[in-house]
């Protein structure tokens, strides 16, 4: 069983940076797929990006590459979602997930684990 909590968002002006974390229970965490996933109000829970247990394989969905990384640090348990030149659009509440397998799944059905979400806002 592995417990993720996301921290870190808010309410920036569009333009602006957030540092999204998610720290998971449990030791086999260096082992799991991490996934950022998220989800606005009236639409569907969409696919932000995804990275391998080592760190050296990535993923970003094309809405928020060259703006968004995804990274982490197994020794703290924890992955990292780098935001950066935040839109109006990318309001949402942001999910972390978990996987034990070893594919770059974009689809939240592969998933076994999520935490509680974080709220991102962002004004124009």
């Known amino acids: 069983q592995v417990q993720l909590v996301e921290s870190g968002g808010g309410l920036v002006q569009a333009g602006a940076s957030l540092r999204l974390s998610c720290v998971a229970s449990?030791?086999?965490?260096?082992?799991?797929?991490m996934g950022w996933f998220r989800q606005a109000p009236g639409k569907g829970r969409e696919f932000v990006a995804a990275?391998?247990?080592?760190?050296?394989?990535?993923a970003h969905a094309n809405s928020v590459k060259g703006r968004f990384t995804i990274s982490r640090e197994n020794a703290k348990n924890t992955v990292y979602l780098q935001m950066d030149n935040l839109k109006p659009e990318d309001a949402a509440v942001y999910y972390c997930?978990?996987?034990?397998?070893?594919?770059?799944?974009?689809?939240?059905?592969?998933?076994?684990?999520w935490g509680q979400g974080t709220q991102v806002t962002v004004s124009s």
């Open positions: 449990g030791r086999t965490f260096s082992s799991y797929t």
């Open positions: 997930a978990a996987d034990p397998g070893s594919v770059l799944f974009t689809d939240q059905s592969s998933y076994a684990y």
């Open positions: 990275i391998s247990w080592s760190g050296r394989r990535t």
